[in-house]
Antibody, heavy 115, light 110 residues
Framework: EVQLVESGGGLVQPGGSLRLSCAASGFTFSPYWMDWVRQAPGKGLVWVSH???????NYADSVKGRFTISRDNAKNTLYLQMNSLRVDDTALYYC?????????WGQGTLVTVSS | QTVVTQDPSFSVSPGGTVTLTCGLG?????????PSWFQQTPGQAPRTLIY???IRSSGVPDRFSGAILGNKAALTITGAQADDESHYYCVLSMGSGTWVFGGGTKLTVL
């Protein structure tokens, strides 16, 4: 069974940094393309970032230059380094797996940016 | 900026059939957009119902089906049940590893 378990969320002040992790299990991690998706309180789903199996990345304009996605295939783990955080980055952050579409979700980790 | 459109709300009678759609503001949806559909109830993570246009995720009942109808992606629920009352989101691939979600449809079963 595919499992994606996010961690690393918390309360941070504007301008601060956080690193999210997503531990993957139940499948061979390295070939799969992975993404981060976020959901602000009471709002819809928003795609944040993508990484393919070889490490090529892409970002939503709203986070470009501030967030960095990476992966450690030996540890079956996906990361999201978030710098220069803003109040509007407050959201539940989900790790998702691509499989000619998005086929699996984690339970999410909450990031709150507030002074 | 690419816009993916969904009807904000829809209703269906118990036992009825409803088709939710997902449109692309600037054109037509094709299989290469790899449409996926998700169900989300309050306080829960999204659950994948359909991916790659029509592939049903593991454990999803066959009364949920996906297709491309005309220039839109579609999710059809046949024999709607009370616990189908949820928010439904679609997402489309824009290529190069970028995705755009629709704003979601709130489905009421009454």
């Amino acid at each position: 069974e595919v499992q994606l378990v996010e961690s690393g969320g918390g309360l941070v002040q504007p301008g601060g940094s956080l690193r999210l992790s997503c531990a993957a299990s139940g499948f061979t991690f390295s070939p799969y393309w992975m993404d981060w998706v976020r959901q602000a309180p009471g709002k819809g789903l928003v795609w944040v970032s993508h990484i393919n199996g070889e490490g090529k990345t892409n970002y939503a304009d709203s986070v470009k230059g501030r967030f960095t996605i990476s992966r450690d295939n030996a540890k079956n783990t996906l990361y999201l380094q978030m710098n220069s955080l803003r109040v509007d980055d407050t959201a539940l952050y989900y790790c998702v797996r691509e499989n000619w579409g998005i086929d699996s979700w984690g339970q999410g980790t909450l990031v709150t940016v507030s002074s | 900026q690419t816009v993916v459109t969904q009807d904000p709300s829809f209703s269906v009678s118990p036992g009825g059939t409803v088709t939710l759609t997902c449109g692309l503001g600037s054109g037509s949806i094709s299989a290469s957009n790899y449409p996926s559909w998700f169900q989300q109830t309050p306080g829960q993570a999204p659950r994948t119902l359909i991916y790659n246009t029509r592939i049903r995720s593991s454990g999803v009942p066959d009364r949920f089906s996906g297709a491309i109808l005309g220039n839109k992606a579609a999710l059809t629920i046949t024999g709607a049940q009370a616990d189908d009352e949820s928010h439904y989101y679609c997402v489309l691939s824009m290529g190069s590893g970028t995705w755009v979600f629709g704003g979601g449809t709130k489905l009421t079963v009454l």
